[in-house]
């Protein structure tokens, strides 16, 4: 119980501090939400079609109606003088021009025309862009063509209901409505190896990145209770050195979890990246990468004499974990030295054991390694920590 009022004084610290409510919990909060929006998602043509119509209604509205039907994509008309001053102002890097008398052009059977005015290759969606408007051209103009092709053959047999055009256009609609929607050529994506999920990917990284400042920061509360005599108020309360080591460690761990369970909320709710299957196993696992970071974080306030020092010493830490360790980027191949650096850092271990946590079966036996190494450091920090506190203590 002497251990637990310990650990909810620190506790009590961050939540009377909204400074710090908003730094751990409220920012971690809205970069998942960012993360969940960005990547969440399937994957889609992202991007802005800018098309200039002079032909006004008729088959333009109806390409740029079948445009808009690509999932991801924005479809903005705007006038000649606006397209080409964004365009020369860079606010644009293509747009395309759809001529007067397009209508008329493709319910003849010529093939149509359009313009496509762009800088360089028109920015990363350029290339698929053009290759979406060769094909929904492609897709109309085959259309007339193949109306054109009944109209003839039923105008070959005399009278039939055929020849009548409120028969006929009907027909002819839901017709190529049934085609567009059963295409006699389909194509099938058949992924080799397992499905990279862009969010499952991300989103431990962010984790754990927090989880390590969080636990870190905290190093500095630890060296102004030491510099303004707090610990030897717990020595006169009668405490031993290992309870207040152990208070201290767990009121890290409290002030971690409770942005842990706040991070998870807002996976759980905002993306499919964990399921109900795993979210158990990967909470025992975040609780032990918790553990280890806090150990980091009581070490810190020991060594340091300093708060200022402390806090140095956990910004500097956390960004050697974010930059390292597989939190946001795999290093290529080449960079063996880079490679060997990543098993040097906390995050490698926890963002490994994440990720094949949400990728793979879910069970913690398939991350022992992981396991092993993050509660190793866990207990030799402990320890050293307890070891190296007595020294003060006794000086």
């Not at 998602?41 to 509205?61: F, K, Q, R, S, T």
């Not at 992924?191 to 990145?209: D, E, H, S, W, Y």
């Not at 946001?328 to 030295?337: I, S």
């Amino acid at each position: 119980m002497r251990l637990l009022a310990l650990a909810l004084i620190d506790v009590k610290s961050l939540t009377a501090n909204k400074r710090e409510l908003l730094l751990h919990i409220l920012l971690p909060a809205l970069i998942l939400l960012l993360v969940a929006a960005l990547f969440g998602g399937e994957p889609a043509l992202y991007g802005e079609a800018i098309l200039v119509n002079h032909d006004g209604e008729g088959m333009a509205e109806v390409f740029m109606e079948r445009l808009e039907e690509e999932r991801g994509l924005k479809v903005l008309a705007i006038d000649q003088e606006e397209a080409q001053r964004k365009l020369m102002s860079s606010e644009i890097l293509m747009f395309a021009e759809i001529p007067s008398g397009f209508t008329h052009t493709l319910s003849m059977g010529e093939p149509p025309e359009m313009k496509v005015y762009r800088r360089g290759v028109g920015g990363s969606s350029g290339q698929m862009l053009l290759s979406l408007y060769k094909a929904v051209l492609s897709e109309m103009s085959g259309e007339v063509q193949v109306t054109l092709l009944v109209r003839e053959i039923a105008a070959e047999y005399g009278d039939n209901p055929m020849r009548e055009e409120e028969v006929f256009i009907p027909f002819m609609e839901s017709f190529l409505r049934s085609a567009r929607l059963n295409p006699t050529v389909k194509v099938e994506e058949v992924p080799l190896g397992r499905t990279q999920n862009m969010a499952a990917f991300f989103i431990p990284g962010v984790m754990t990145l927090f989880i390590i400042f969080t636990a870190t920061f905290y190093a500095q509360n630890f060296v102004r209770e030491k510099n303004n005599k707090v610990m030897e108020r717990y020595f006169f309360a009668g405490l031993s050195r290992g309870e207040i080591i152990s208070g201290k460690f767990l009121g890290c761990i409290f002030r971690g979890l409770f942005q842990l369970l706040v991070m998870l909320l807002v996976v759980v709710f905002f993306t499919k990246t964990f399921s109900g299957a795993n979210l158990f196993n990967i909470l025992i696992f975040a609780l032990a990468f918790l553990a280890a970071v806090s150990s980091v974080g009581v070490f810190m306030g020991i060594v340091f004499p300093r708060p200022e020092q402390a806090l140095w010493a956990s910004i500097i830490f956390s960004m050697f974990n974010s930059a390292l360790g597989n939190t946001f980027a795999f290093p290529r191949g080449e960079l063996a030295l880079v490679n060997f650096i990543n098993y040097f850092t906390l995050s490698y271990y926890a963002n490994n054991g994440l990720r094949g946590l949400i990728a793979g079966d879910g069970l913690l036996f398939s991350i022992r390694v992981e396991i092993f190494v993050i509660l190793s450091v866990t207990l030799i920090l402990l320890a050293v920590s307890s070891a190296l506190f007595s020294q003060v203590e006794n000086n």
